[in-house]
Nanobody, 124 residues
């Protein structure tokens, strides 16, 4: 089982990026995919999650209205569309897998597999 997060890069404030999370070794159907981020010197924090089977989504207050999580079942991939990016969004972003639907989506302990992370830098 592996998760591959990609799509990070350097973007100016106000810009957009789309991150992808592609699993291998399992299909997404009965899983929650969570997006987390970790800025230098800070703890890893939950950003968003999606329960792939029915599309239930959650967002942290800091990204609500700017980020959108979605899935493409045919491609077995989850996306995180990030708009109106701010300097404080700079971090390494990780995707992670939880089994089933979890209401405790922000807890790191809910997830059993993690991707390697992709760096997002928001700077002018």
């Amino acid at each position: 089982v592996q998760l591959q997060a990609s799509g990070g890069g350097l973007v100016q404030p106000g810009g957009s990026l789309r991150l992808s999370c592609a699993p291998s070794g399992f299909t997404l159907d009965d899983h929650t995919i969570g997006w987390f981020r970790q800025a230098p010197g800070k703890e890893r924090e939950g950003v968003s999650s999606i329960y792939v089977r029915d599309g239930t989504t959650y967002y942290s207050d800091s990204v609500k209205g700017r980020f959108t999580v979605s899935r493409d079942n045919a491609k077995n991939t989850v996306y995180l569309q990030m708009n109106s990016l701010k300097a404080e969004d700079t971090a390494v972003y990780y995707c992670a897998r939880a089994i089933g639907l979890t209401g405790l989506w922000m807890l790191l302990s809910e997830y059993d597999y993690w991707g390697q992370g992709t760096l997002v830098t928001v700077s002018s």
